[in-house]
């Protein structure tokens, strides 16, 4: 269904804890500026993900279009599902591994990245994607601090994909040196965990809010955002749409969002863009006192955040086309074929005697 953590989220008493990011050399400034305030963040501006790892939408769809264009026997052989199914298949793949493993999701998600990021090097049909699933995994361990034996991942690995997988310690060493190589050994990445904590106060999001805040989190790794979009706008768009889908803080769980939410939402993201603040600028919580007002609570959480965001310097046309991408992958979620897509994928793996 729409908006289910099919990502495997952190067990819900982790959820609020501080997540440790590793930081680029330099510890400088800035997130995001507001009137009189700073919020100091690890320097994401210096960093290697912005300089080289963010694309253009036209970009990135160049450089897919190049891999494919210089494989082409190989992908007329071997046709795939669309991007967003495969972010899908292989956003599962990780979480189970990372399950058997008591993986956190913080390295579970830069795995995710890493798997995006080697995918604009190297074709995908000249690879097993299952050993670039383990490595990618085994690499983002080492990166975040919670490093796992390679024994334990080439094991735990052989026994969740045991007819691709014939894998030893020495060819996992081996794809995590050409992994390393192809991402120009520029592995740090910023998630935008630390940005939904850091704001968790200052908006009043209550911790149901933040679950479903890191929820959609989790699930814009199956999307290309993470190579589009800074981790920040990430966050504060899956705040607008907690915002849209949890109206009042009386309200659990997810629901689809409705025309009227949507409305809202956009509504917000219109009146952030103007730098028109209509309301004041500190959010507030509504307490509505039944069912009926919930849409007004909708309204004025919205727009209170709305007000907030006009107050800030946040790219608001980022954020508007993020929260189109989401909507939209949530919209293709529906169509998603598992069986579809781990059979085309096993076939090429085969055919290419590429699981020895």
Not at 7 to 14: D, T, V
Request: charged share 20%; glycine share 4%; aromatic share 8%.
């Amino acid at each position: 269904p729409p908006f289910q953590d099919i990502s495997l989220a952190a067990p819900q008493q982790h959820l609020l804890q501080p997540l440790r990011v590793v930081a680029d050399t330099n510890h400088v400034i800035d997130f995001i500026k507001r009137p009189g305030e700073v919020i100091m963040a690890a320097n994401y501006w210096e960093s290697t993900q912005r300089r080289f790892w963010l694309f253009s939408k036209d970009e990135l769809q160049a450089v897919r279009q190049k891999l494919e264009d210089d494989n082409a026997d190989l992908v007329q052989m071997f046709p795939l599902p669309q991007q967003r199914h495969l972010g899908i298949y292989f956003n599962q793949q990780v979480a189970r591994l990372g399950k058997r493993m008591v993986v956190r999701q913080q390295a579970m998600a830069t795995a995710q990245v890493y798997i995006k990021r080697f995918y604009t090097k190297v074709e995908i049909r000249r690879t097993n994607p299952y050993l670039v699933v383990a490595t990618a995994l085994y690499l983002a361990c080492k990166m975040e601090e919670s490093p796992q034996h390679i024994r334990l991942i080439v094991s735990e690995a052989r026994s969740l994909w045991p007819d691709f997988l014939g894998l030893d310690t020495s060819k996992l060493g081996e794809c995590e040196f050409f992994m390393i190589s192809e991402m120009s050994s520029q592995l740090i990445v910023h998630q935008p965990y630390r940005t939904l904590n850091n704001y968790q106060q200052e908006l009043n999001l209550t911790q149901e809010d933040v679950a479903l805040g890191w929820s959609i989190i989790n699930d814009h790794y199956m999307t290309d955002l993470p190579l589009l979009y800074p981790p920040h706008t990430i966050a504060l768009t899956a705040i607008l749409l907690v915002l849209v889908l949890r109206p009042s803080p009386n309200m659990s769980g997810s629901n689809p969002p409705s025309a009227a939410g949507i409305a809202a939402a956009s509504a917000a993201l219109a009146q952030a863009q103007g730098r028109v603040p209509g309301l004041p600028p500190t959010p507030g919580t509504p307490n509505p006192a039944d069912k009926e007002k919930q849409p007004e609570a909708r309204f004025t959480r919205v727009q209170r955040y709305g007000a907030w965001l006009a107050e800030s310097n946040v790219d608001i046309a980022a954020m508007v086309d993020c929260t189109q991408e989401l909507i939209s992958f949530y919209d293709c979620h529906e169509q998603y074929n598992d069986k579809l897509s781990r059979e085309q994928i096993n076939r090429f793996v085969k055919a290419r005697v590429l699981d020895k």
